[in-house]
């Protein structure tokens, strides 16, 4: 079974729709830079091994769970920080970004700056994308998109509210598809 690590820095409610899933996976373990980060709290609300991890030894300190907890994929589910190279080398991760990629990413466009940059910039379309993670911010390959029109009456906050809602579908059935690929033996470095 293919065991998923979520690492969160906020309220989790994307690691919530992972939980709920009915999948092939299984979350192993959830880890988080914030101690106050609500996403512990719904990882202990469900029995699953949760940490946080100080910034001092940070790096060291997320291998040696991924290590322990025997972590097939990691997936970054709203974390704020930076992901060592060396994590990128050893493990396959992926990332739910709140914009249609390359629109709208890169540094400084995180949570609900997105969604005003989308505003300003008075798009008619705005969406979510997952996509594996390299070296870079926001570059690596994407796997899966999906878009919704933006209205001359949506604001920054009912933005934000359309592309949660499609990042709570599309993260988990990621993670599912790349389950499937993962009991079947096959590679899932691309899985379009
Ligand atoms: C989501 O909008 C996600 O796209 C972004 O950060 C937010 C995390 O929300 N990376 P939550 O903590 O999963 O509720």
Redesign the pocket.
Known sequence: MLKVAVL?S??????QSIIDFEGSFEVSLVISNKKSAF?LIRAQNHNIPNYFVAKENRTNDILRLLNEYKIDLVVL??YLSIIDAEIIEKHKIIN???SLIPEFCGMGF??ERVHRAVFEAKATKTG?TVHFVDAGVDTGEIILQESVDVEPCDTPDTIAKKV?EI?HRILPSVIEKISLKHLTGEKYESIN
């Open positions: 969160v906020g309220g989790g409610s994307n690691l996403g589910a709203g739910i970004h709140p995180y949570g979510a949660l990042e």
